[in-house]
């Protein structure tokens, strides 16, 4: 089946610094990555959606400034979280849809991210 | 904002009991996706049922789809103690290439 994996698993970092999360599709070409957010015992929360080679799209109330996407390529996408503060504190999973199959998305282990 | 909405949110069962959740949205869709969670884990894919079907198995995994009622239910049978997870419905809304996710629900098996 589909892999996806997500780098690093688990990250802290002081407050004011910034973080980079990377997404890869080990064996497939991914046209679509999506991030999400999770806090604890909640639900996941699409944050921007990026197809390979131009804009995310962000979702209502995600600020493009603080959450960078890249998607420089079919097999990687990278979260940026500028200038972390502990509210940025949260589980960051990512998902990737090859564009067949009824659009299914196949989603990372997930990175949990703790900004002291 | 989320469009799913599960319940219950949380179902403690002993092992051997079947297990039922339910799922509602409010928009049409595409498919409906089940997924399971583990503390702390990334997903992982159940079942994906289309709109225009109405039942779909898979191992011990039943799931329906009532369209007409916005609505679908996830039915976990002989349950085991590896089942305990939270469970997530998530809806592809027609027209938009994202997922929807419900606020799930946390299943608890006791042994």
């Known amino acids: 089946g589909a892999v996806v994996s997500q780098h690093p698993s688990r990250v802290i970092c002081k407050s004011g610094t910034s973080v980079k999360i990377e997404c890869r599709s080990l064996d497939f070409q991914a046209t679509t990555m999506f991030w999400y957010r999770q806090f604890p015992k909640k639900s996941l929360m699409l944050m921007a959606t990026?197809?390979?080679?131009?804009?995310?799209?962000?979702e209502q109330g995600v600020e493009k400034d603080k959450f960078l996407i890249n998607h420089a390529s079919l097999t990687l996408s990278t979260l940026t979280v500028t200038s972390a503060h502990p509210e940025d504190s949260s589980f960051y999973i990512c998902?990737?849809?090859?564009?067949?199959?009824?659009?299914?998305?196949?989603f990372g282990p997930g990175t949990r991210l703790t900004v002291l | 904002s989320q469009q799913g909405e599960e319940d219950p949110q949380a179902l403690s069962i002993q092992e051997g009991e079947n297990a039922t959740m339910n799922c509602s949205y409010k928009?049409?869709?595409?498919?409906l996706q089940w997924y399971r969670q583990n503390s702390g884990r990334g997903l992982v894919h159940l079942i994906l049922i289309r709109s225009n079907e109405r039942e779909k198995h898979s191992g011990r995994l039943r799931v329906t789809l009532d369209t007409s009622k916005k609505s679908s239910s996830l039915l976990i049978t002989a349950s085991r103690a590896a089942d305990t997870a939270s469970y997530f419905c998530a809806t592809e809304i027609q027209g938009a290439q994202k997922l929807v996710f419900g606020q799930g629900t946390r299943l608890t098996i006791n042994p």
């Open positions: 928009t049409s869709i595409n498919n």
């Open positions: 998902s990737a849809s090859s564009g067949l199959s009824y659009n299914e998305q196949f």
């Open positions: 990026s197809n390979e080679g131009s804009k995310a799209t962000y």
